[in-house]
């Protein structure tokens, strides 16, 4: 079978690294997949990438749509075409979730798109606050996040198991963003409860990786010695 794989434009550790300008016009990464997640251009919000469109979720708690034209930090999309599903029906935290996930993937040694169709409690989200030159760091940036609590709601969860050994070219682990079915709530998930739900698993054979061109990114320090720490703690809720 030929597995589809990840197009991903721009590494985390570039994030990271306070690199916000964007170099990825939109409509380029949703020809490359019609599933996914990514952020705005000076990380103006988290972007849901569900069904061929792009939702951005901004730090004023609103969700508008994503114009093909702008020019994306980064992003990672797939051609999303679920290989197996399963139903939930009891109420499982995030954690529980997770290892559920974790069970029915089977190889965490690969990359999966994950899609939740259900109801949630308790869904927080975070948006990041729009940035503005002199940038600084991400793990500096998202000590202002924004983070909303949404009591009860219906929609999806979206995003990737990747391989731990893949932390800084992208998120190690699960990165999951969020998206209610009206469009008019979501962002990068921090903690939730879901009450029922179907889980629909991708894996996925690969990554294809496109690299920033600008001088910024040729200028960037990419690795340091707390690469891991902040990104653990930017993709958690013990960011604030
Ligand atoms: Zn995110």
């Given amino acids: 079978m030929n597995q589809p794989v990840i197009h991903q434009f721009s590494v985390v550790n570039a994030l990271m690294a306070g690199l916000y300008d964007g170099s990825f016009p939109a409509r380029e990464v949703l020809a490359a997949g019609d599933f996914g997640v990514g952020c705005g251009n000076a990380l103006n919000g988290e972007l849901v990438v569900i069904d061929g469109q792009i939702f951005r979720c901004t730090d004023d708690g609103n969700v508008t749509r994503g114009d093909p034209d702008e020019l994306l930090p980064f992003a990672e999309v797939v051609a999303f075409a679920p290989t197996a599903s399963h139903e939930f029906s009891a109420r499982l935290d995030r954690t529980g979730l997770e ?3 974790t069970a029915l993937a089977g190889n965490p040694n690969q990359f999966y798109a994950i899609r939740v169709d259900g109801e949630f409690e308790h869904m927080l989200v975070r948006e990041p606050v729009r940035q503005h030159h002199p940038y600084r760091p ?10 909303m609590t949404l009591p009860t709601t219906t929609g999806s969860l979206v995003g990737f198991w990747a391989p731990p050994i893949f ?11 969020y998206l209610d079915d009206a469009r008019t709530h979501g962002g990068h998930t921090l903690d939730y409860t879901l009450s029922r739900g179907t889980l629909h698993l991708q894996p996925l054979a690969g990554i294809t990786l496109r690299l920033p061109t600008t001088p910024a990114y040729a200028a960037a320090t990419l690795i340091s010695p707390t690469s891991d720490a902040d990104i653990r703690r930017v993709e958690s809720r013990s960011a604030r």
């Fill in 138 to 147: 991400l793990a500096e940036v998202m000590s202002t996040q924004r983070e």
């Fill in 167 to 177: 932390q800084g070219i992208s998120v190690a682990g699960y990165h999951l963003h």
């Fill in 99 to 101: 290892a559920w996930i």
